[in-house]
């Protein structure tokens, strides 16, 4: 029998060469999962991920549970508040076990300042997008149309759809 041959000539995927740095960013800021900040959206869900970042995961003297912090706007921060104890069981889900005792919330201006200004729309849903040119949809479906699995075909007639619209503009 020959030998196995590597089928990537060379290359080595991105997200292995990324792993160790995102882990090492992370964990300087508390984080010992960095799921949840790579994919806060999916941790939370979009409505809680457009409004809030995670920030930091600080643990007391005792090293009996850990503190999360949030940032989000004034605006935004009496809904959080309430929906703390929710916030703290999904985090603990991506933790598997009860990592997280307490969640914090700071605050921060929309605009304005320097070091405490975030944008919060990168999260929210693509509904609020612009309506797209049907005759660029049609040409984006067409396009996915030979592809036999639904989620990918709708997601490379997306794709196609935000390249077409970006290329027009």
Known sequence: ?????????GFTRTASLLTGRIRAASESRG????RLLTQWTEVVGTDIAAISRPV??????????ATLTLLTTGAQAPMLEMQKEKLRAKVN??????AIARVRITQ???TGFADGKVSFEATKP???????????????AQTAGPVQDDGLRD???????????????
């Open 56 to 65: 930091e995961v600080s643990y007391g003297r005792g090293g009996m549970g």
């Open 126 to 140: 693509a509904a609020d997008a612009a309506p797209v040119d049907p005759d660029i949809r049609q040409k984006a």
């Open 93 to 98: 889900a991506v933790y598997g076990y009860n």
């Open 108 to 110: 921060t201006a929309a």
């Open 31 to 34: 984080f010992a999962q960095s």
């Open 1 to 9: 029998m020959p030998p196995r041959r590597a089928s990537t000539k």
């Open 155 to 169: 997601a490379l007639a997306r794709l196609g759809e935000n390249i077409l619209t970006k290329t027009n503009r």
